[in-house]
């Protein structure tokens, strides 16, 4: 479920940290509007899971890696590099649920996995940083 690349652009790995801020930045305006009942915390949720997506994607094309899925794409992250695989899995899960099978979810589904995603956000983007 990999393809291996040839090189790393560092250009295009520029971009998608930038996206996945742009993401994060989007999610944290539209969150301050909402009460916590509000369906636009499925958006808020996408938004977020794009941007960790992002990173995860833009960090592992330093390993010349691009994966098939976003599972496996997750996997390997966390096999290589002690992410926790249950907080991916989970968040996976949610944007899928909600892309694909109608499946809402809450602000208390965000309010589980914040502090973790913030966490892996700034490590992540260092890690990106430091190899820039």
Same mark, same amino acid.
């Given at each position: #479920?990999?393809?291996?690349?040839? /090189? ?7 971009? #998608? ?7 994060? $930045?989007?999610?944290? +305006? ?7 009942? $509000?369906?636009? !915390? ?18 592992? +094309?330093?390993?010349?890696?691009? $994966? ?10 966390? /096999? ?10 989970? #968040? ?17 589904? !965000? ?22």
């Amino acid at each position: #479920m990999f393809v291996a690349l040839e /090189e790393v652009d560092k250009e295009k790995i520029q971009s #998608m940290v930038r996206i996945a801020a742009g993401d994060i $930045s989007a999610a944290e +305006r539209l969150k301050k509007e909402l009460d916590d009942e $509000s369906i636009e !915390w499925n958006s808020v949720y996408k938004l977020y899971y794009d941007a960790i997506h992002e990173l995860t994607e833009a960090f592992l +094309r330093f390993d010349f890696v691009k $994966s098939a899925n976003h599972q496996c794409l997750f996997a390997y992250l966390c /096999e290589k590099y002690a992410y926790e695989f249950r907080f991916f899995e989970t #968040m996976r899960k949610k944007r899928n649920g909600i892309n694909y099978y109608g499946t809402a979810v809450q602000h208390t589904d !965000w309010q589980h996995i914040e502090e973790q995603f913030y966490t892996y956000v700034r490590k992540l983007q260092k890690n990106i940083e430091e190899r820039l």
